[in-house]
C-alpha cells in the first residue's frame, strides 16, 4: 500500500536536512517509536507502538538507510518488524525528500508499507488515517526540536514524542474518516453554481 503525506517545517531546508542526519532525534519525533540500538552502518534496531482501532501493535525490528542524496536532500529508509506477540508483521520503505518552500522546508513523505496479520485486516482509509494523524504529530516534534536546538536546549529538555495514545489517534484518525464521509455524502447534493 503507498500512502503519500507531506508537512512544512519553518527551517531552512540545509537545517532540516542536518536534522535528518541524526536518526534517532529523527525517531523520537515518531510517537511510539524508539531506537534500542545502533548497529552501525546505518542500521538500527528499535521498536514501534501503534494503536488501530481496538488492537494495539507493538513492532519489534530493524531499520536501515538505503540511500542518503545529500544534494538531492532525499533519504529512504527500510524498515520490518514483527509484533511481540506474534500478531502480524510490518515492512515499510520509507522515502522522504525535502523542498525549500516560502518560509521553510516542504517534507514530502511516500510510505510503501506491506502488512499481514492483525494490523491487515484494517482497511486503507483507517491506516492513511492513522498514518497522517502520526505525520502530523512527527512535523509538530521535529519543529519544537529543531526550534529547542536553536535556543541551545537539548533534546532531553525538549522531551521525546513518548508513545502513540491509542485513544488520541483513534479518535483523530475517526475524524478524519467521518469528514471523508461526510464530503462525499454532501457533495452531490450541493448546488449547481450555473
Given amino acids: 500500500m503507498l500512502i503519500k503525506n507531506g508537512f512544512e517545517v519553518a527551517q531552512p531546508v540545509d537545517k532540516v536536512w542536518r536534522f535528518f542526519d541524526n536518526i534517532p532525534q529523527v525517531a523520537a519525533c515518531l510517537p511510539g517509536a524508539a531506537l534500542t540500538e545502533d548497529l552501525g552502518d546505518d542500521r538500527y534496531l528499535g521498536t ?5 482501532g481496538p488492537v494495539k501493535l507493538q513492532f519489534a525490528g530493524t531499520a536501515q538507510i538505503k ?8 533519504i529512504v529508509v527500510d524498515a520490518a518488524g514483527s509484533d511481540s506477540k506474534g500478531r502480524g508483521q510490518a515492512a515499510m520503505l520509507v522515502t522522504a525528500t525535502l523542498y525549500p518552500a516560502r518560509g521553510g522546508t516542504r517534507v514530502d513523505v511516500t510510505q ?4 499481514s496479520g492483525a494490523a491487515a485486516q484494517y482497511g486503507r482509509g483507517m491506516i492513511s488515517d492513522v498514518t497522517a494523524v502520526l505525520m502530523r504529530d512527527f512535523a509538530t516534534t521535529m519543529q519544537t526540536r529543531i526550534d529547542a536546538a536553536d535556543r541551545g536546549l537539548s533534546p532531553d529538555q525538549v522531551g ?15 475524524r478524519m474518516a ?13 448546488p449547481n453554481p450555473s
Avoid: W
Fill in 48 to 52: 514501534v507502538a501503534v494503536r488501530m
Fill in 160 to 174: 521525546a514524542s513518548g508513545s502513540a495514545s491509542g485513544f488520541a489517534i483513534a479518535l483523530r484518525a475517526m
Fill in 67 to 74: 540511500e542518503r542524496d545529500d544534494r538531492g536532500k532525499r
Fill in 112 to 115: 510503501d508499507l506491506r502488512l
Fill in 178 to 190: 467521518l469528514g471523508r464521509v461526510l464530503r462525499r455524502f454532501l457533495l452531490p447534493y450541493q
